[in-house]
């Protein structure tokens, strides 16, 4: 009796199990989830948070998941998880000054090649920032999202009072120097935080396509040079003639200097008037201008990448995503509006967005002229030791700039110790 | 059929399933101590041994890590050679460790003792209200209390400035403070600046090392002291600081390895607002020998030579250790 009553019971189930089955088996092909993990830092991260909702309408088989660290601590995870080659994301966010140790570290996928062929997209991207996203080799390892074209802003009202125009900032950086005088003396505000950044400037300016900051093809350092000479120079300037704070950028200092108004410029990317509007200087509304830089220099300032590790799990959604994030034009302008990331896609630079003034630098059409200085930045080559020849250079110039030590051999110094340091 | 095929459990002798179970309790009782004390040796394992024995393998090593563990180099010794001969910042980090370790150490003790005696001696019910706040900065996080610090030093906007520079106005005492605002950040006053916040989280501590041995100091020594006529002083002298010494040895210890490893004061109060931290400010007269070995592996991405900073500064550190167990430590008879 009871086993043929189980057997009843096995017999009235089956077509319902297998139903129940064929259901579930069906549900699961329909949704086949990918879960993409992609690695940000702030504010970048933002531009991910924006595309999700709208990835989404494009790509509803696809998760994403979202892992955000603050910006040193990003970049010390991505080290160690290329190391380990464990808990890696599918996508990671590479920020500029990062690039040139990911990208020659082997540890990333070479978008150049297959299945990617990244850059047949080359002529759509800012010049400039391609190269940057490659390393010696010329493995194309890092996808361009957003670029930083620099800028020198200014406060219009102190200049005024000053007597100072906008073209005696940016005529040469002699008279931008001149300018400073004029300006402490008048209202008693520094013309700029740090001497040190018309050194960065500097450095950067005059240099033609493919050449390296502090590198030459080679690897060997470039640091006893006229150009590093004469950054120095007018860095030492500056300092003497008492027109910078002796500030150092993301200090305390240095935000207190703009609400107090005691900083009247600051030479840095576009994006600084976000952060001027946001929470730097929101009382100074209107005050703040944007020009081009001094002595007809063009530099950029950031710039934030997209890569895949060699051991991710997803490979080719995690490229249909960073090609939705750096390639499509509404993707790149909802950075822009968001985060005040300047798109490096061409065709978004052209965009109505940026004929838009720009209320906090007094109705100003800022972004046209970010573009026109996108447009002139020289693609320079990265190395993986920049930051090693940078902590260097700095370093010596703080000397020469506090302890009055000799430029010359500062710079003879600085020379030996990268080549020591990097040990080539 | 089935009730047949069943069991016979209730007809069977006892003394097979006892004794069977008698022995799975007792073999498990054995093995209990080992599962719960295994929670300890699994964490140590994973996070202590492990990265040990992989920095001393790392230190061998040429390596750059972002390229995976496959770009493993070996060396053999290249690493500790280049440290010891060519490496200026290793030497002179190592320099500006020493000098903020005694300068914050030092002082640390000279306060603690009489503090724990007077603590000690003058509160009654409130001594350990007195206590806890003393101790407070030592719970705190650094990260916290270096951010506080980095704006009290701030050289515009400072409350120590403000302070120093008010004290200038005020008439005969204004000429011994400054005028104008002081840059924590030269070279010339960085060390003190970090010795300072140094000293000022770890005293606390300290005091209470010192606290809770004077109070197991029998209370007949004082008072056959006070009957002989000593005198706060002289009982301090001749009856605290002698029993004290095992306690000395012992918080001496623990301030050289504490301040020989010295990092996160110095790496934030020198960040000047780097979201990647700081180097040690101008001529890197701040830098310590922690911060020098995590600038080599992630600024200059060279975990090998970290590494064999990391083992050189344990040997430092075990030297200076073991000479203080000379000076202070039980002599064995």
Do not use: C
Request: glycine share 8%; proline share 5%; net charge positive.
């Amino acid at each position: 009796m009871k086993t043929t009553k189980e057997t009843d019971v096995t017999r009235l189930m089956k077509p319902l199990l297998l139903g129940a089955a064929l259901v579930l088996a069906g549900a699961a092909s329909a949704q086949t989830t990918t879960t993409l993990t992609v690695a940000s830092f702030p504010s970048f991260d933002l531009a991910v948070k924006a595309a999700i909702p709208l990835y989404k309408k494009l790509h509803p088989e696809v998760e994403i998941k979202l892992t955000s660290l603050a910006f040193g601590d990003h970049h010390t995870a991505m080290t160690t998880a290329l190391a380990t080659g464990s808990n890696l994301p599918d996508v990671m966010a590479v920020e500029v000054g990062f690039i040139g140790k990911f990208v020659e570290s082997g540890g990333l996928e070479d978008l150049g090649k297959a299945p990617y062929n990244g850059l047949q997209y080359q002529s759509k991207i800012a010049k400039f920032t391609v190269p940057q996203g490659m390393s010696g080799s010329g493995v194309f390892a890092a996808m361009p999202a957003d670029i930083g074209p620099g800028a020198l802003f200014y406060r219009k009202d102190l200049l005024d009072k000053a007597g100072v125009s906008e073209a005696d900032l940016t005529k040469s950086w002699e008279s931008y120097i001149e300018s400073g005088k004029k300006v402490k003396a008048a209202t008693g505000a520094y013309l700029l935080a740090n001497a040190v950044d018309i050194k960065d400037i500097y450095i950067r300016s005059g240099l033609q396509d493919g050449e390296g900051i502090f590198f030459d093809k080679k690897g060997t350092p470039l640091i006893n040079t006229p150009r590093f000479q004469k950054g120095f120079e007018l860095a030492k300037a500056a300092r003497t003639a008492g027109i910078d704070g002796k500030i150092a950028a993301w200090s305390n200092e240095w935000s207190e200097g703009f609400k107090r108004d005691k900083v009247a410029s600051q030479m840095m990317g576009a994006w600084l008037a976000g952060h001027l509007s946001n929470w730097l200087a929101p009382e100074s509304k209107g005050k703040w201008r944007s020009a081009q830089l001094p002595n007809g220099a063009y530099a950029s300032w950031g710039g934030s990448f997209y890569a895949i590790p060699k051991k991710a799990a997803n490979k080719a959604a995690a490229w249909e995503f960073i090609k939705f994030m750096t390639l499509n034009k509404e993707m790149q302008l909802e950075a822009f509006r968001s985060l005040d990331a300047f798109p490096s896609l061409i065709e978004a630079q052209s965009d109505a967005f940026l004929d838009q003034p720009i209320e906090y630098l007094g109705g100003q059409k800022a972004r046209q002229m970010w573009k026109v200085s996108a447009d002139k930045i020289k693609a320079i080559a990265v190395d993986k030791y920049d930051p090693v020849a940078n902590d260097v250079v700095n370093a010596e110039l703080d000397k020469v700039l506090e302890q009055n030590k000799d430029i010359k051999t500062a710079l003879a110094d600085a020379q030996e110790q990268v080549k020591k340091r990097v040990r080539r | 059929m089935q009730a047949m095929s069943e069991p016979p459990l209730t007809t069977a002798p006892p003394v097979v399933p006892a004794s069977a179970a008698r022995k799975r309790r007792r073999s498990f009782r054995d093995v209990a101590p080992y599962v719960f004390i295994s929670p300890f040796f699994i964490l140590f394992l994973v996070f202590g041994l492990f990265p040990l024995l992989f920095s001393i393998w790392m230190s061998f090593h040429r390596w750059e890590p972002a390229a995976g563990l496959e770009a493993m180099q070996w060396v053999g010794l290249e690493n500790y050679l280049y440290v010891l001969t060519n490496d200026d910042g290793f030497r002179k980090s190592l320099y500006n460790t020493v000098w903020m370790a005694v300068v914050s150490g030092v002082p640390q003790h000279l306060v603690a003792l009489p503090l724990a005696f007077f603590l000690h001696t003058a509160f009654g019910r409130w001594r350990n209200a007195v206590v806890g706040a003393y101790f407070l900065p030592f719970i705190t996080s650094t990260v916290a209390i270096s951010l506080v610090f980095t704006s009290l030093f701030s050289r515009d906007y400072g409350v120590i400035n403000a302070a120093l520079t008010g004290m200038s106005h005020v008439p005969v005492l204004g000429w011994i403070f400054p005028s104008q605002n002081i840059d924590w950040a030269q070279p010339a006053y960085i060390k003190w600046m970090v010795s300072s916040v140094v000293w000022w989280r770890y005293v606390g501590f300290n005091t209470v090392l010192y606290l809770s041995a004077i109070q197991t100091i029998p209370k007949d020594l004082f008072e056959a002291a006070t009957m002989d006529g000593a005198k706060a002083w002289q009982q301090f002298r001749y009856v605290t600081l002698p029993m004290l010494k095992p306690m000395v040895f012992f918080a001496v210890t623990l301030t050289i390895i504490g301040n020989l490893q010295l990092f996160e004061e110095p790496f934030i109060l020198t960040s000047g607002g780097s979201p990647t931290g700081g180097n040690g400010g101008i001529d890197q007269a701040g830098k310590t020998a922690a911060m020098h070995m995590y600038t080599t592996a992630f600024v200059d991405n060279d975990f090998g030579t970290a590494s064999s900073i990391a083992w050189l500064l344990f040997m430092v550190i075990a030297l200076v250790t073991w000479a203080n167990n000379r000076l202070l430590g039980e002599k064995k008879a």
